[in-house]
């Protein structure tokens, strides 16, 4: 046992967890403990953006968690995973980045949360970005996360963008400014070739000056309390059990399947679910774990209709070397993506009051899993459901913390979810038929999208969809009776206790949710600082009520 006071104990090195430290580490009269249950980034693996299916399948590094059995999905489990490393998931994911609609953040607005409007936010995406096209009045030029336009100059990326605008999507230069939908080039977290993460480009400086403290490979396992009030933590590194404790605040920035997990085995929670586990109630808060909320994704599969469609199809040892050896020495070639370059956001129907449907695009079939397996020529689109109704819970399996809580996402179980990704991938469907795919589209994997019987339809989407690895609002920030944390990330009815990272949304954006949770970051970290808030900035954007 040893104990070391800390002014806060951040518990999470992820994607919000790297900001908020840094951000309180900048005033060096603080100490900050970031307390992060995997290992170090420190990988190629993880920098090289065209590497990242290898730390997808490092167990090290990553939680396979599995949500289900998914009964709206005839009872599938569902693979889930998260990053277990310095930058959290920021450290694995696609880095397709979105800031979702303006619509969405003037909703969680007008749902009791004035404070959260997009003019509010807006200031704080601009602050975390540098974007390479310049700073304008929708985009930041001088913050930590550089931001890189793709090039999505391949044949194959060019049929996507012209089909799109034949089916009726304009060409959107910037879907993260005035406009959302359209087809797009996506705009990707990297940095002159390398990941840029809330990991590398926060928490990494700010542990170079001394008041910011990292310990690896520290599972916490629960919150310590002085009645309502949050005083510390319990962890534990190599078998050996430790406690530490906050002069100010527990930050909790575990993500969504943890950080309610966190606070369930702490005794915050419904009472009745933690009395039954043998957990001692702290104080009542039932919607721990409540809210769960996930996009789905499906793709639509096409076989090209000849060779040379698909890039990287050749890939052996030494042309893989290759590659390697381009993007170390000159940050060029393939190793500098991922591939996913181009998308869409449109309207499943005109019934939808903005678009509510994304593509990820990727030109090949199967997975490209470190280079290679199982990859054919072809394209898919993934087909993702941005604001799905249907919610989902986390909750304790057993007061262990080192167990897995069970997760049930609910997918599809809402009929609006089934009606808007049935029509969506309809509509997907008709986009392949476009004249721009003539010279390249082959046998379709999935036929009579366009012609089947909504039924057949529903029954191909329940067996093949999945997870976009997007949960969030398990700890959703509100006032309602159900919500968890207030505006400013406090747990309700607690003292010295937040959560903040993607499980206090609201509701969930409409898009891709690394740079939402960032921004989440970046906003409330100045409310522990009890800093005033950045100024709200009004711009004009499509489709504003
Ligand atoms: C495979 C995949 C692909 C994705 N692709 C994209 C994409 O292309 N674009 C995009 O915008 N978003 C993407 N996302 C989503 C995005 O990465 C997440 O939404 C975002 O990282 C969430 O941030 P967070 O801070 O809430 O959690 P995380 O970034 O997951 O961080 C949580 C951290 O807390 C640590 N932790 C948890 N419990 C404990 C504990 N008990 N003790 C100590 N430490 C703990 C975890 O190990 C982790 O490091 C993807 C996610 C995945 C998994």
């Known amino acids: 046992m040893a104990s070391k006071a800390y002014d806060y104990i951040v518990v999470g090195a992820g994607a919000a967890g790297s900001i908020v430290a840094a951000r309180l580490g900048e005033d060096r009269s603080v100490r900050v403990l970031v307390l992060e249950a995997g290992p170090s980034d420190n990988s190629i693996y993880v920098r090289m953006p065209a590497a990242m299916s290898y730390p997808l399948t490092d167990q090290r590094r990553t939680w396979s968690f599995e949500t289900g059995p998914e009964e709206a999905l005839g009872g599938r489990m569902i693979t889930h995973v998260r990053g ?6 920021g450290s694995l994911n696609g880095m397709v980045y979105v800031r979702g609609n303006p619509r969405d953040f003037d909703t969680w607005a007008k749902d009791g949360l004035p404070g959260w409007s997009f003019a509010h936010c807006l200031p704080y995406f601009k602050r975390l970005e540098t974007y ?15 931001i890189t336009t793709l090039k999505g100059d391949l044949p194959v990326f060019a049929a996507f963008i012209e089909a799109g605008q034949q089916a009726g999507h304009p060409l959107n230069p910037d879907y993260n400014a005035y406009r959302q939908e359209g087809v797009h080039i996506y705009q990707a977290n990297i940095d002159r070739g390398v990941r840029a993460s809330g990991g590398r480009a926060y928490l990494r400086p ?6 910011v403290d990292l310990k690896l490979n520290a599972l916490v396992h629960r919150i310590d309390f002085d009645g309502k009030r949050a005083v510390g933590v319990t962890y534990e ?8 404790e906050a ?7 575990g993500g969504a399947f943890n950080s309610p997990q966190l606070l369930l085995l702490s005794g915050v929670g419904p009472s009745e679910e933690l009395r039954a586990l043998g957990v001692k109630s702290v ?9 769960l909320v996930d996009h789905v994704a499906v793709s639509v599969r096409y076989r090209a209709s000849r060779p040379g469609v698909s890039p990287a199809m050749d890939l052996n040892m030494f042309k893989m070397g290759l590659i390697g050896a381009r993007w170390l020495f000159l940050r060029s070639g393939l190793g500098v993506t991922n591939l996913w370059e181009v998308g869409t956001f449109f ?4 019934a939808v009051d903005y678009a509510n449907i994304q593509h990820e695009f990727l030109p090949m079939l199967g997975e490209l899993m470190h280079g290679k397996v199982n990859i054919e020529e072809g394209f898919q689109y993934q087909t993702c459901l941005m604001r799905p109704k249907s919610r989902g819970a986390v909750t304790l399996k057993s007061a262990d913390p080192r167990s ?11 009929p609006q979810d089934q009606r808007d990704l049935i029509d969506g991938v309809r509509h997907t469907d008709e986009i392949i038929r476009q004249r721009a795919w003539d010279g390249m589209r082959g046998q379709a994997l999935t036929p009579g999208l366009r012609t089947m019987p909504d039924a057949d339809v529903l029954a191909w989407l329940k067996d093949n969809l999945g997870t976009q690895y997007h949960p969030c609002s398990t700890c959703r920030m509100g006032v309602d009776d159900m919500s968890v944390v207030d505006a400013d990330g406090k747990v309700h009815d607690t003292e010295g206790l937040r959560v903040i990272d993607a499980s206090v949304m609201p509701r969930i954006t409409s898009g891709n949710l690394h740079c939402p949770t960032m921004m989440i970051a970046e906003k409330l970290v100045d409310r522990v600082r009890g800093r005033t808030p950045l100024p709200p900035q009004i711009v004009d954007y499509a489709d504003r009520h």
Do not use: Q
Not at 206 to 211: M, P, Q, T, V, Y
Not at 283 to 291: A, I, L, R, S, Y
């Open 206 to 211: 700010a542990l170079r000056k001394g008041n």
């Open 283 to 291: 104080t009542d808060v039932p919607g721990v774990g409540k809210g």
């Open 347 to 350: 309207r499943s129907s005109a």
């Open 237 to 244: 590194v190599d078998g050996a059990t430790h406690t530490v």
């Open 247 to 253: 002069g100010r605040e527990v930050v909790l920035c």
């Open 84 to 89: 277990k490393m310095l930058g959290g998931s």
């Open 404 to 414: 897995h809580p069970s997760i049930i996402s609910n997918y599809l179980a809402h």
């Open 132 to 146: 390479d096209k310049g700073a304008n009045i929708y985009r930041g030029g001088d913050g930590p996360i550089a």
